[in-house]
Each structure stands twice: as structure tokens, then as C-alpha cells.
């Protein structure tokens, strides 16, 4: 559910969901799943943009992907956050 609340706001920006990261502009990550800090460092080190979600219990998670070079946030602030990047760029 939470996936497709994100993918409906990139498509109200009037962007596309694609799972290939050499074509996308910004990555939106789930701290939580195994891997992720590693996979944002990869993102940003090649040029692309990272927002990061995870829950608000586990700092550590968002410190390390804030750390990593992510902009990192709550659960309950992602689907808020994704639409203002969306719209300013």
C-alpha cells in the first residue's frame, strides 16, 4: 500500500516509476531493507538524488542513510517530502 501511495505521487507530478537506477533522477529507498545504506551510496556517488524512509524508532537507519548522502525521513513525513522534491524540480 505504501508503494503505490508513493507511485501515484510521482505520477500526479507527472513522472514515472522505473526500476532500473541508471534511468531514474531520484531513488526512494525503505532504510529498513537489507542493503539499503550500500545502495545509496552507490545512487549518490553516481550523481542520483536519494530520498530514504524508515521508522521514526530506528534513528540509526536514518542517521546512516542521511550519513550515506540520502535525505532521510520518517514514514510519516515520505509521501510529503517526495511531492516537494517532485515539484521543484
Known amino acids: ?32 531493507n537489507p542493503g539499503a545504506v550500500d545502495r ?10 536519494v530520498l530514504a524512509y524508515g521508522s521514526h524508532v530506528r534513528a540509526d537507519l536514518l542517521r546512516a542513510a542521511r550519513d550515506a548522502g540520502a535525505e532521510a525521513v520518517p514514514n510519516s513525513e515520505v509521501e510529503r517530502r517526495l511531492g516537494a522534491l517532485l515539484t521543484s524540480t
Do not use: P
Open 40 to 49: 545509496i551510496r552507490g545512487w549518490v556517488a553516481g550523481g542520483t538524488a
Open 1 to 32: 500500500m505504501f508503494r503505490s501511495k508513493l507511485g501515484a505521487a510521482v505520477a500526479a507530478s507527472g513522472g514515472e516509476v522505473v526500476r532500473d537506477a541508471a534511468e531514474c533522477d531520484l531513488a526512494v529507498v525503505a532504510i529498513e
